[in-house]
């Protein structure tokens, strides 16, 4: 990890088994459905198409019978140098140093997309219509979620009112709400996946599996080389799928490289 993330008290972090998730999509269904996402006017548009959280489909790209996939979800990864926060003309965007997530404040945002420019893991969405709910799935909604305006971009928050409310309920159990034990906290698509795949929690205690998994020797993150430094991590025992989480191409030189944003995690 990089200097400026062990510089936060907590870092909020997740660790996502690759050989674990199945693309089951159970991870982008709760996701929809905890933030308020509505369902889609126009689907077949994919660039319109809302998923703050995407699962992704990757190949080894051989023939049969070494034919081999995987399954990556990707949510916002909460850079720890963030691309989408300097590029706002509007002051929208920044990295939050409780925890380390980086927030969207959604009144103030004029729609100007830089962020979604600037952003290399296509994490930000732009609101292009008016939510709508079929009726009576009003009902469903999220009361701890704000709904977005059409002409606001919005993004994965690591579900950042799940840590207000387990902050709340600390105070009221009069324990320190900066010191939650593992599991008090953590994101909806973590709590849906069946297999256990998505590990959250805070990077910088070393009581907590995401801070272990996240030193791991299979562990590594999307696109290091860039250095944004995410706190999202990565793990796969098979070779072809890290390399190409960092895009490396098969006649590529390697050995020298050292990533902007200082080595890999440690
Ligand atoms: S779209 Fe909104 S958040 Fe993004 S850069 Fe423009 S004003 Fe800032
Ligand atoms: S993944 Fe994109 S939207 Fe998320 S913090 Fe990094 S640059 Fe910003």
């Known amino acids: 990890m990089s200097g ?36 889609e006017k126009d689907a077949s548009n994919k660039r319109r198409v809302m998923n703050w959280l995407k699962v992704y489909e990757l190949s080894n790209g051989k023939a049969f019978p070494d ?48 962020c979604m420019a600037a952003c290399p893991y296509k994490a930000r969405y732009f609101n292009w219509y008016d939510p709508e709910w079929p ?45 939650l034990p593992e599991g008090a906290y953590v994101t909806a698509c973590t709590e849906s996946c069946p297999n256990g795949a998505i590990v959250f929690g805070d990077l910088n205690n070393p009581k907590h599996l995401v801070h272990k998994l996240a030193h791991s020797e299979y562990a590594f993150r999307l696109l290091e080389r860039l250095g944004m430094d995410p706190q999202v991590y990565y793990l796969s025992r098979r070779e072809w799928v890290r390399r190409l989480g960092d895009h490396h191409l098969d006649n590529e030189k390697t050995g020298d490289f050292t990533p902007l944003g200082g080595g890999h995690h440690g």
């Open 4 to 39: 400026a993330q062990q510089s936060f008290k907590i870092l909020w972090g997740m660790a996502i088994d690759l050989d674990k998730c199945t693309g089951c999509g159970a991870c982008m269904v709760a996701c929809q459905a905890e933030n308020n996402l509505a369902p």
């Open 67 to 114: 034919h081999d996939t995987a399954f990556l979800p990707r949510p916002c990864q909460q850079c720890g140098n963030p691309a989408c926060v300097p590029v706002c003309p509007a002051t929208v965007t920044k990295k939050d140093e409780e925890g380390g997530i980086v927030s969207q404040v959604y009144p103030r945002c004029f729609g100007c997309r830089y």
């Open 135 to 179: 009726q009576g799935w009003d009902k469903t909604l999220s009361p701890d979620v704000s709904v977005r305006p059409r002409g606001v971009v919005e993004k994965c928050t690591f579900c950042h009112h799940r840590w207000m409310k387990a902050k709340d309920k600390a105070r009221v159990a009069g324990n320190d709400p900066y010191d």
